[in-house]
């Protein structure tokens, strides 16, 4: 469990009390993935509903959720960037072999850009996938 990425997981059960663990105590680190920590244990802090809302409110009050937000918002912007880039490349090859249509559109053609993602090769995959069935099948409609 020490090797998490986030150092505090917070769950609220249905009588509205909060408990957080410190994931990166080092008590939690003997502590089997799936084991359950007592509400006793050392990394464990129970909050009841009102002081949870109080901490919030006091977070508020001072700018920390506002900050917060807006780092998350920073970090979604800079995927969508990536994405689009992807996309961008993707459309370039489709408008540069959408005219030759003596030979068979492979998406694994293009040059593979550095540091790409999973993501992007699962993309590539996927319309590769969609070219060869569409000419196969000789499918016409699909794009408006």
Known sequence: MANRDIQYVA?????GTWRILNTWDETVASLEMGEDVPDTHEAVTLL????????LREATNEGL???AA???NMSLNTRVM?????????QRWIAENR??????PSY???PDPENVSESYLLKR????SLTNMVREENITGLVD
């Open 108 to 110: 694994s053609n293009l």
């Open 125 to 128: 995959q996927i319309i590769d």
């Open 48 to 55: 009841t509903e009102g002081q949870y809302l109080a901490v």
């Open 70 to 72: 807006v780092a998350e």
């Open 11 to 15: 769950r609220r059960d249905a009588s």
């Open 65 to 67: 959720i506002q900050s």
């Open 82 to 90: 990536e994405l689009e880039e992807d996309l961008e490349v993707a």
């Open 99 to 104: 005219e030759d249509d003596t030979t068979s």
